[in-house]
Antibody, heavy 117, light 108 residues
Framework: QVQLVQSGAEVKKPGASVKVSCKAS????????INWVRQAPGQGLEWMGW????????NYAQKFQGRLTMTTDTSTTTAYMELRSLRSDDTAVYYC??????????WGQGTLVTVSS | EIVLTQFPGTLSLSPGERATLSCRAS???????LAWYQQKPGQAPRLLIH???TRATGIPDRFSGSGSGTDFTLTISRLEPEDFAVYYC?????????FGQGTKVEIK
């Protein structure tokens, strides 16, 4: 069965960087992009961008341009999301999700990133 | 950016009742690239509907989606206890992809 398993919670200071991993299994990693979506405490969902599992092409929401890098390691079928220059309003649960025809059909369990001095 | 506005913000209903959730887009959503997700506390969202009206795999037929252009609706024909949750609409026809702010369906 399709599974996306994310790395554990992180606590970071303002200005630092965080890198979250998403290990995919149960399907051909090359055939689907991985998206990243975040959710601030008590708030709604915010799409951050996607990365192709086939060729590593990326598409980031403009809001995150310059601070966000998504990568993949096809040998381990793992996607990574790195966010730099963290601020307190980056505190959120970060989800990876598999892309299917523009929608997100399978999700990771989420990774809480807390930014606090 | 396409802004999605969901209403009502909260819907208070009893099990067995019909729920009607609305999602309005600030501009037309191309090719009905509109999806609905359900999220329960502490869980990741779950895909319910894509293409405005197509149920995702394994979704019960009490969930249905309709609409086009700028106005979309999610209907739950008879609420089951497990349906009380927050529901989000999502458009993937224009960049950036965006979500509505959510409608909470709570037990009356």
């Amino acid at each position: 069965q399709v599974q996306l398993v994310q790395s554990g919670a992180e606590v970071k200071k303002p200005g630092a960087s965080v890198k979250v991993s998403c290990k995919a299994s149960g399907y051909n990693f090359n055939t689907h992009a991985i998206n990243w979506v975040r959710q601030a405490p008590g708030q709604g969902l915010e799409w951050m961008g996607w990365i192709s599992g086939y060729n590593g092409n990326t598409n980031y929401a403009q809001k995150f341009q310059g601070r966000l890098t998504m990568t993949t390691d096809t040998s381990t079928t793992t996607a990574y999301m790195e966010l730099r220059s963290l601020r307190s309003d980056d505190t959120a649960v970060y989800y990876c999700a598999r892309l299917l025809r523009g929608t997100f059909d399978y999700w990771g369990q989420g990774t809480l990133v807390t930014v606090s001095s | 950016e396409i802004v999605l506005t969901q209403f009502p913000g909260t819907l208070s209903l009893s099990p067995g009742e019909r729920a009607t959730l609305s999602c309005r887009a600030s501009q037309s959503v191309s090719s009905s690239y509109l999806a609905w997700y359900q999220q329960k506390p502490g869980q990741a969202p779950r895909l319910l509907i894509h293409g405005a009206s197509t149920r995702a795999t394994g979704i019960p037929d009490r969930f249905s989606g309709s609409g086009s252009g700028t106005d979309f609706t999610l209907t739950i024909s008879r609420l089951e206890p497990e349906d009380f949750a927050v529901y989000y609409c999502h458009q993937y026809g224009g960049s950036p992809w965006t979500f509505g702010q959510g409608t909470k369906v709570e037990i009356k």
